[in-house]
């Protein structure tokens, strides 16, 4: 089945350092979606993508969808403390329906 | 505000027990759905509802059961028979269309006394 890799699995940085990490894919997705889970909360949806090459920005995250259609990239700019958290991408299994395949997450860890 | 309402947020069962998680949702979607994270793991999906009186097993069902009498509710039961139900449980919603996002709850954590 589908299978979404995400890397790093996980990241120390230091405060107003950017951040890149991605989500591949053995097969091609026509919508990527990236969530961002504070501990002990729900994933919140940060940015949705759904056209290959389509780049997008929300504040200081900017996300793209990867020419390919088998990846998206996540970049946060000046990162804050705040940023902490899990950040994972998703994308419709089998291309269709409503039904999501997330990645395994990459935490990030900020250093104030 | 509209939402996903979970409760309660933390949970203990004792051996044996059977306990239900509630899931509300006022955004008028027609789907619904429960998934389980496990510390540092990702997001495994248990049952899916794609609209009322009808739900569907995703990948990890046993030891589960669900019900979607209404639009906006969708409580999972975690039976006797789950026998290692400590985990993050999170519901989700969406249009029921497809290549729409989901919309989350904000878990609820089960604990076995």
């Known amino acids: 089945g589908q299978q979404l890799n995400q890397s790093p699995q996980s990241m120390f940085i230091q405060e107003g350092e950017d951040v890149s990490m991605n989500c591949t894919s053995s097969?091609?997705?026509?919508?990527w979606l990236w969530y961002k889970q504070d501990p002990g909360e729900g994933p919140v949806l940060l940015i949705a993508?759904?056209?290959?090459?389509e780049l997008t920005s929300n504040g200081r995250l900017t996300a793209q969808f990867g020419i390919t259609r088998k990846d998206s990239f996540l970049n946060i700019s000046a990162s804050i403390p705040s940023d902490v958290g899990i950040y994972f991408c998703?994308?419709?299994?089998?291309?269709?329906?409503?039904?999501?395949?997330f990645g395994g997450g990459t935490r990030l860890m900020v250093k104030p | 505000d509209g939402g996903i309402t979970q409760s309660p947020k933390y949970l203990f069962r004792k051996e044996g027990q059977n306990v239900t998680l509630s899931c509300e949702q006022n955004?008028?979607?027609?789907?619904m759905y429960w998934y389980r994270q496990d510390p540092g793991q990702g997001l495994r999906l248990i049952y899916y509802?794609?609209?009322?009186?009808?739900?569907q097993k995703g990948d990890i069902a046993e030891g589960y059961s669900v019900s979607r009498e209404k639009k906006e509710s969708f409580p999972l039961t975690v039976t006797s028979a789950q026998k290692n139900p400590t985990a993050f449980y999170l519901c989700?919603?969406?249009?029921?269309?497809?290549?729409?996002?989901?919309?989350f709850g904000d878990g609820t954590r089960l604990s076995i006394l």
């Open positions: 989700a919603s969406s249009i029921g269309q497809s290549n729409q996002p989901q919309h």
């Open positions: 097969s091609i997705f026509n919508t």
């Open positions: 993508l759904y056209k290959a090459g």
């Open positions: 998703a994308g419709p299994r089998n291309n269709a329906g409503n039904m999501l395949t």
């Open positions: 955004l008028n979607h027609d789907a």
């Open positions: 509802s794609q609209i009322v009186n009808d739900f």
